[in-house]
């Protein structure tokens, strides 16, 4: 493999899900170099989170991009929600909010917005470049980077680590991980139904169980497609790996629904389990942390992304005040202070895995 010459930037972005995205539209809306990087050929197209919560929202009106979100919603429209799948449910009402019900968005909608966003603002992400080491010294932090071309290295006062819950960045500095294994695995599945299809939206966002443990939810995404999160008996015993398979999305469906609905495809679909861990601290030097690479819980709930999209709403304006207005660096310590947390809140550490 070809060895390039070392480029220069300000912040080394790896990752373009939603908090890359997002970091890389607040830096380049102030004007500061960044170079985003991701080792896949494009954007994940499954739906996956399904929903904007209302201070996402606040901050996606405050970058004028909550019409153009809106626009791409599916029209259905929740009251409350829950964090993660616990028995706590949200009301958001009470909140003192504009937005005090979750929009359903799907990801990869937001991830679409979030990318033309970067793309009007000069933007865009190297695709098929996969970050696969990293060095940083006092005054710099150097990627070195696999890409279609050979490897380049890529030196920037700092890189942010956007690279998802099996973070490689993570792995690089050492950064311990602690929290819960995975008890419990369940999947998404994003598909193309038959049957009774009418029926099926009628009781879409309805949750449905049976009495062999089968649960589902299902939920159409405006497309032609619906939204199946679902766990069982053969799901709940699967690989992580483990291609999801029409046999078993039609198990599952049989089981909760009859025989109302059947899948004719299976477009995109994916496996999770309720891991929960977090990073003990989002600042390892020059090298910061957000969304996914920083904490991980069960992704049901709408929460994961918008975490991410928050962390990297607070962590953009805090580097470009450092790197274009020369904002004192202990600023980017109160990234941590301020997504971490709060002291009082206690966290069993529980096994480490
Ligand atoms: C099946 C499924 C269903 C989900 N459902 C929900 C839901 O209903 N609600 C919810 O809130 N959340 C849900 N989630 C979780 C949600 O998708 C995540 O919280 C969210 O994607 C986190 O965004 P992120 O940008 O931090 O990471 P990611 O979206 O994981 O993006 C990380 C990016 O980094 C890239 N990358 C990784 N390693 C490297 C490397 N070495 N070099 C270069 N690029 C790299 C990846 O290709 C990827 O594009 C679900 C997740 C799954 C898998």
Redesign the pocket.
Known sequence: MQTMDIEATEVVI???????LTLAAELALAGVPAVV????PGR?P?S????VQPRTAELLQLRGLLDSALERSVDHRSVGGHFAGLPAPLDYSVWDTRYPSPLSLP?DRLEALLEDRLAELGGRVLRR????DLQQDAEKVTAIVAGPDGIRSIRGRYLVA????????RKLTGAAFPGQAGTVRS??ADLVLTGDVADADHISGNIRTSPQGHFTLLTPLGNGLHKL?FSGPQTSRADADAPVTAEEVRAVLRATHGGSVDVAEVRYA???SNASRQLEQYRHGRVLF????AHIHL??????????VQDAFNLGWKLAALIRDGAAEQLLDSYHAERHPLPGCSRSPGPRA
């Open positions: 790896v990752g373009a899900g939603g908090t890359g990087l991701d080792q896949l994940n499954q996956r989170a399904g929903a990801q470049h996969r970050l696969v956007c690279d998802g819950a099996h973070s490689n960045v999947a998404s999160t994916s496996r999770f957000a969304g996914d690479s992704p049901a709930g709408g929460q994961g992304l918008n975490l991410g």
